[in-house]
């Protein structure tokens, strides 16, 4: 009887072990601590079309800083980085950058575009559809990366 014991438990270890190789648990990946690799994402070839073709961005948000809707222009990445999200009928409302280098989730940029309630004025573009999942991503990339003007 000890011997049967012994060879349903040696079987049984053998078998066991025998699934485990130098890789890890055969039955979990290796997890892995570093992040996914992103695509660095270009102002001029990727964002700049999307806030001028794309969205029609500057037909309210054009003719420099001091004529733009609200003070924002997205003419060029200057005036995207300079602007203040303030409304120019109200001009204490100044709601801050509308870009926040390496930080989309406090970027008025990505809430306006993203967001349906907010705390000032409308989601963006006014009266167009939704930007793309895809495109919401490009732009939320771009400023998490650093806002750069590349």
Not at 45 to 72: E, R, V, W
Not at 105 to 119: D, E, F, G, N, Y
């Amino acid at each position: 009887m000890n011997s049967k014991l012994f060879f349903v438990l040696g079987v049984s270890l053998l078998l066991y072990l025998s699934a485990c190789d130098d890789k890890g648990d055969p039955v979990m990946p290796p997890t892995s601590n570093t992040p996914p690799k992103i695509d660095t994402v270009s102002f001029s070839k990727d964002i700049f079309p999307l806030l001028t073709a794309t969205y029609g961005c500057t037909g309210c948000h054009s003719g420099g800083y001091a004529n733009a809707q609200n003070h924002q222009s997205y003419e060029s990445y200057e005036f995207v980085l300079s602007g203040n999200s303030g409304y120019s009928t109200i001009p204490k409302s100044d709601h801050g950058p509308v870009v926040t280098p390496g930080n989309a989730s406090t970027s008025i940029l990505v809430k306006k575009l993203r967001t349906a309630t907010l705390p000032f004025g409308s989601r963006m573009p006014y009266g167009g559809g939704e930007v793309s999942a895809n495109d919401l991503q490009k732009i939320t990339d771009w400023i998490n990366q650093g806002a750069h003007n590349n």
